[in-house]
């Protein structure tokens, strides 16, 4: 088995990864999620679309 390193942090990892995963994952079934997501994380107002 190859194991490959590469020279960033877990956190620059993480930040090159969620976009994408959060994008792909993204249906009518999860956006309640994201919209909780937008709320908590960001202050974001609910009632914007």
Known sequence: M????YD????EGLAI???RWMKHI???KT???FVKYG???FG???SLD
Request: glycine share 4%.
């Open 26 to 28: 993204l249906s009518e």
């Open 39 to 41: 709320v908590n994380v």
């Open 17 to 19: 990864i969620t976009p």
């Open 2 to 5: 190859k194991v490959e390193y």
């Open 44 to 46: 974001i107002n609910s």
């Open 31 to 33: 956006l309640h999620r």
């Open 8 to 11: 960033i942090t877990h956190g």
